[in-house]
């Protein structure tokens, strides 16, 4: 037999396979295992039906496996003449296209003009009645009933005690269940309500399943509609992953659960958290910035774990504890708060930032630490003066300041001074000479110092974003890479984007040269606070090296 010949794309980065034709499905178990991009997946937590999921889950262990996948192509092509109507993802079928003979003469009692929709198997279904076994009376009024099924083991306590008492065991309470009742009276009782309630079940049961028979006419059916409308739409997230790399994002992946609004971002690449546990060694695998959310609708009294991407803007507002709003898929809004974060680079930009952001929270961190250390030390103080205060009298008094106790200190603070002085003359001298790019050489290069070993760690991480990890995580076994490349990656979280409109200028504001003056000034400083620090360390602006 010759094997079968296959076409392939590259999707995402990956080449993958690419289930096109109705021979593609005949043929979907001659597929090397090792070309699936989905090698199983879990049934619950997919954007795709349960209904059809379960259909497919044939041992009913809660995961979909390449041979459940393989078992329904073969069902679908045995049971239609043209399986190609499957790549329209419809809950109708035109009746000349159904193959099972039997599935067919039940299809044509409910056809329409030659088709044949899930609708109306799901009318004939839920409009199937039957002549139901008559459940018996009960022997006694309801109120009876619950209040013997209350008191029962206490009248069985309570009987038991009177024998007891009898034999001069045990003493009779004064309160009893119930008075004037005799342990035969009770017995007959539940007897009479034993007998009852085993009717009552087995006419139950006989009517369920009588039900069931007679809408077990329709459900070849309904199974053969159901798959028709999704199984496709199973092979594009199980076999090639098109839906998730549809750019224009008509199509939803199974796995994406909604947009998560926040931080005046649309993050459209959301995923529901199966197991929070395995996130936490998964997940960062991934390289992407993520946010885990706790979500809950109040009015429904719904709840969603999830995990969204951002994949563009900045992360300086980004925090635990912040809200947001998630829509699910069915436009349900629920109140989202983030619960933990995995800090990776969203931008080069982002990354050109890094350093002075964090030298910045480093700064301040020093400066509220400085502050309260000396709030504590104010605190100290006045407490130990307020101490001294009420000290007897005649304590010696403190001696008077002695200015050359601190000439030591006076004159290292105006040596070191001094050093800096003559840094700045030294690099003043020394750059004197130099033309107008060559400043503009050193600026950049000072940048590059800075900034350039986080930038090329963000460049490298966002080559190697990779949605695997995440899934994984839930209990996905995925096969191949699902790369998010950099413009890939824009399309999955979305920036708000206002026109602009000057501000009227507020009272007090400073204008926008003085602030541009500041900004310069600032710059200024600290480019040369590093220069004076570079030539301290031994560089030489003039050959640019290390002496």
Known sequence: MAKYKWSFANVGGVTRVRIQSAEDIRHLGELDKKMWTVLSCPVNGLEISSDSLSLMDVDGDGKLRLKEVIATADYLCAALKDPKTLFEQKDELAIDNIADEAIKAVAEKLATEGKISLAAVQAAIDGVTIEEQAIPAAPLEADVIAAYKEKQA???????????????????????????????????????????EAAKAAAETANADALAAAKAEFMPLRKLLLLHRDFYRLLRNFVTFEDFYDYDKKT?????????????????????????????????????????????????????????????????????????????????????????????????????????????????????????????????????????ATAKEGEAPKPAFDIAKFAGIFAAIGMALGM????????????????????????????????????????????????????????????????????????????????????????????????????????????????????????????????
């Open 420 to 547: 800096i002085g003559t840094a700045l003359a030294a690099v003043a001298k020394g750059m004197s000479g130099f033309a107008w790019w060559q400043y503009l050489v050193i600026f950049i290069c000072i940048l590059l110092v800075i900034s350039g070993p986080s930038m090329v760690m963000a460049w490298l991480k966002l080559r190697r974003r990779n949605l695997a990890p995440v899934l994984n995580a839930n209990g996905w076994a995925i096969n191949a890479d699902a790369i998010i490349s950099v413009p890939f990656g824009k399309t999955l979280t979305e920036q708000v984007a206002f026109p602009f409109i000057k501000a009227p200028k507020m009272k007090g504001e400073m204008s926008t040269a003085k602030r541009w003056c500041i900004g310069i000034g600032i710059t200024l400083l600290v480019l040369v606070c590093l220069c004076v620090i570079l030539h301290l360390c031994g560089f030489c602006f003039c050959c640019f090296c290390f002496h």
């Open 252 to 388: 939803i992946a199974s796995f994406e659960a909604g947009t998560l609004i926040i931080d005046q971002r649309a993050c459209h690449l959301c995923i529901r958290v199966n197991d929070p546990a395995k996130h936490d060694a998964q997940a960062p695998l991934s390289g992407m910035y993520l946010l885990y959310c706790n979500c809950e609708n109040k009015k429904t009294g719904k709840t969603a774990n999830i995990v969204a991407a951002m994949t563009q803007g900045e992360i300086k507002n980004l925090s635990i504890g912040k809200n947001g709003v998630f829509y699910d898929n069915d436009g349900l809004d629920y109140d989202a708060t983030v619960t933990k974060i995995i800090d990776n680079p969203i931008s080069i930009r982002q990354a050109f930032w890094t350093p002075y952001r964090k030298f910045s929270k480093w700064i301040e961190e020093k400066i509220n630490k400085s502050a309260a250390e000396k709030d504590a030390k104010a605190f100290d103080d006045m407490t130990a003066k307020a101490d001294a």
């Open 154 to 196: 206490e009248y069985a306590a309570y009987f038991e005690q009177e024998k007891l008492q009898k034999l001069g065991l045990a003493v009779i309470p004064e309160e009893t269940p119930k008075p004037g009742m005799t342990e035969k009276k009770v017995k007959e009782m539940g007897a009479q309500i034993a007998e009852w």
